[in-house]
C-alpha cells in the first residue's frame, strides 16, 4: 500500500481517537492563548459598565436557556454577573424556560461565592420563573412600571416592597435587557423594548447563530453580541482587565493585547471565571487539527489521482 492510499483508508477511529485527546488535553493543561476582543463585545461590555455605581440604573438579564447549550452559554452569564457584581450594577434576572430559572440560581450561587457582600432583593434580584404566555404583557408593561407588570420575585415577595427597586420604576431605569439564549435572542426586546421606549438591547447566542444578528448590530438595533464560547471568552477578558481592577473600560487597552498581557495573570484567576478562555484553547486546537485532516486528505486525493493518470498512460 502506498502512501496515498494509506491516507486514504486511514480508520476513523484513530482519528476521534486523536479529536478526544486534542481537546481534552487544553482543558486539563490550560495553553494560555491569547484573546482578542471584537466591537461587538466590547460595545456590550461598554453598554453595562456605563451603570456602574448608578442607584437609578439596572441590567436585565433574561435567561432563555437549556442545559443543551450551557458549555457555551453559560460563561456568558457568569461572565456579566461577575462584571455587575464588581462594578456595583443592579442586576434583574428572569426566565421563561423552566430550565433557565434554574440556571439562573446556579449562576448566581457560582457568582456570589466570590461576593459575601452581595445581598440579595438589594444589589440584585431574580424575578425568577414566568410563564411563556406572560412574556409579551410583562415585556411591555415594564415600560409604565415594572413592579406592576412582574409583581413578585422568585421567592414570591412584592417587588414595591423590595429595597432594589427603590430608584427604579421602567425602562427609563434599565442600562440594557441582555437575552441569553441558544434560539432566538433579543427578537422581543427588539420590537418593543427598543422599537418603543428606546431601551438598549444586548445579546448572548451560539456560534451557529451569531451570523444571523449581525444586521441587527449594524442598524443599531442591537448595541453588542456575545458569540458563541469565543463571544464569551472575550467578555470574560474585559471583565478581568478592567473591572476585575476597578478601572473604567480603556479603548487603548481593550484594542491592545501587549498591554493587557501586563494586567494579570491568567493562572491566578479561578477556573470558574476563565472557563471560556480555556474552552477556546481546546476549540483553537480542534480547529487546527482539522484543518490538517482536511490537508492531508487533499494530499492523498490527489497523490492517488496521479497514480491513477499513470495507470491510465501506460
Known amino acids: ?35 482578542f476582543t471584537t466591537p ?14 448608578k442607584p ?11 442545559p443543551s447549550t450551557l458549555p457555551e452559554l453559560y460563561p ?22 423552566p430550565q433557565g430559572a434554574a440556571i439562573i440560581q446556579m449562576a448566581i450561587a457560582e457568582v456570589k461565592e466570590e461576593f459575601p457582600n452581595i445581598r440579595q432583593d438589594v444589589d440584585y434580584c431574580n424575578f425568577g420563573y414566568k410563564a411563556w404566555a406572560l412574556r409579551l404583557p410583562i415585556t411591555l408593561g415594564m415600560g409604565d412600571n415594572i413592579s406592576e407588570a412582574i409583581e413578585t420575585n422568585g421567592a414570591g415577595l412584592r ?17 440594557i435587557c441582555v437575552e441569553i439564549s441558544g434560539a432566538a435572542p433579543g427578537y422581543i426586546y427588539i420590537t418593543y423594548a427598543r422599537a418603543r421606549f428606546g431601551v438598549n438591547v444586548g445579546i448572548g447566542v451560539t456560534a451557529v447563530s451569531a451570523a444571523d444578528f449581525y444586521p ?10 456575545l458569540g458563541g464560547l469565543k463571544g464569551a471568552a472575550e467578555y470574560e477578558e474585559l471583565v478581568e482587565t478592567f473591572a476585575q481592577n476597578g478601572l473604567p473600560y480603556s479603548a487603548e487597552y481593550a484594542e491592545n493585547p501587549t498591554l493587557k498581557e501586563e494586567q494579570y495573570d491568567l493562572s491566578k484567576v479561578p477556573y470558574k471565571f476563565k472557563k471560556a478562555r480555556i474552552g477556546m484553547d481546546s476549540q483553537a486546537i480542534a480547529h487546527l487539527l482539522i484543518i490538517l485532516f482536511i490537508i492531508l486528505g487533499n494530499i492523498g486525493y490527489f497523490l492517488d489521482r496521479k497514480n491513477e493518470k499513470k495507470k491510465f498512460i501506460k
Request: charged share 20%; with cysteine; hydrophobic share 50%.
Open 40 to 53: 461587538p463585545v466590547r460595545n456590550l461590555y461598554k453598554t453595562i459598565d456605563a451603570a456602574a455605581g
Open 56 to 66: 437609578n440604573k439596572a441590567v436585565f438579564m433574561d435567561f432563555a436557556q437549556s
Open 76 to 97: 456568558m452569564d457568569i461572565a456579566i454577573l461577575r462584571h455587575c457584581f464588581l462594578r456595583n450594577i443592579k442586576v434583574f434576572t428572569i426566565s421563561y424556560y
Open 216 to 225: 441587527y448590530l449594524q442598524t443599531g438595533q442591537l448595541v453588542g453580541i
Open 159 to 175: 417587588l414595591d416592597n423590595l429595597p432594589i427597586m427603590k430608584d427604579i420604576k421602567n425602562y427609563d431605569n434599565i442600562q
Open 1 to 35: 500500500m502506498n502512501f496515498s492510499d494509506s491516507i486514504q483508508k486511514i480508520d476513523r477511529r484513530y482519528i476521534y481517537i486523536i479529536l478526544a485527546i486534542v481537546v481534552i488535553l487544553p482543558l486539563i493543561f490550560p495553553l494560555g492563548l491569547k484573546t
